[in-house]
């Protein structure tokens, strides 16, 4: 773990000054990814980096639990509160029952203040998303997937988790039930229909039963056009 510990500060590092860039911001939600994340950029940029706490219409408990993450570890964090803005913003456009089309809104929110802190102080925008959730298309495009850099991009969840026991981030941050947060209730889990451990298992191994297996690739295959460039006509 120390060793990819290290790779990943090296890599973030790298990345970020072949940019011309002299820092990290990312979003701090409470979540593992995040925690991880913040670790790993402030220990490459110390206090080049900016975590940002965004509540949405958010449990409160995932502030709490973001805040003791940067300071348990000394991360520089800015709190902006989206929920008037995301009500102004739903408010203008027309009423809908898709659940889901308003909390994307959220997490595009988030998307369009980490580029707005990005460009302020000239640092990239590092994203939270492991290959789990890359894998299946488990993010909102140009939301959580809209960023820079990826660092926790090849790991997946089970690896996160590793990773951020090595690291130190609190017991009750890695074994909460991952969620996105978007709505009360929700839970990746239960969303996606699968838990993470017989995803990340067909990840390695190809290895589920006939059901998860065709769950799996189902989601891969609708969701490749979150994992690449927008199409052009090919002529
Ligand atoms: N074949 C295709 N070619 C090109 N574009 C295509 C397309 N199919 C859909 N699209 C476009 O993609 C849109 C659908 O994608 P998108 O808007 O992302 O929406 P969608 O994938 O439906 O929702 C995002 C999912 O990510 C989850 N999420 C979000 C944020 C964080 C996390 C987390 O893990 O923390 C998880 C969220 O709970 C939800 O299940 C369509 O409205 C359409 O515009
Ligand atoms: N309230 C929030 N404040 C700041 N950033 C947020 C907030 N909610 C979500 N985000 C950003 O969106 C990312 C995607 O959310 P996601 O829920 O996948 O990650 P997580 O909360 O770190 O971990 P987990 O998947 O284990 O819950 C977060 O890692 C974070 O960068």
């Known amino acids: 773990m120390e060793k990819l510990y290290k790779s990943l500060v090296g890599w973030l590092r790298e990345k ?12 701090l939600s409470g979540g593992i990814d995040s925690a991880v994340v913040g670790v790993l950029c402030k220990k490459a940029f110390e206090d080049d980096c900016l975590g940002l706490i965004m509540p949405c219409h958010s449990d409160p408990k995932d502030e709490e639990d973001a805040l003791m993450v940067a300071e348990k ?3 520089p964090y800015k709190k902006i509160i989206l929920d008037e803005v995301f009500d102004k913003f739903a408010a203008i456009l027309d009423k809908t029952e898709n659940k889901k089309a308003l909390a994307n809104i959220k997490s595009r929110l988030r998307m369009i203040t980490l580029y707005y802190y990005a460009a302020l102080n000239n640092f990239l925008v590092v994203g939270t998303g492991n290959r789990s959730e890359l894998t299946v298309g488990y993010f909102t495009k140009y939301g959580d997937g809209g ?6 991009g090849n790991l997946i969840k089970s690896q ?3 990773l ?3 690291l130190k981030i609190p017991k009750e941050i890695v074994d909460k039930p991952p969620t996105a947060g978007l709505w009360e209730g929700q ?7 699968l838990t993470y451990n017989q995803l990340d298992e067909y990840i390695l191994t190809g290895k589920a039963s006939r059901e998860i297996e065709e769950k799996i690739n189902a989601m891969i295959k609708s969701s490749e056009h979150k994992r690449i460039l927008p199409l052009k006509p090919p002529f």
């Open 16 to 27: 970020v000054y072949e940019a011309n860039a002299k820092g990290a911001v990312f979003g």
């Open 73 to 75: 570890f000394g991360i």
């Open 147 to 152: 960023v820079d850099l990826l660092p926790l």
């Open 160 to 162: 996160v988790r590793e």
């Open 164 to 166: 951020a026991r090595f």
């Open 187 to 193: 839970t990746d889990e239960s969303e996606m229909g």
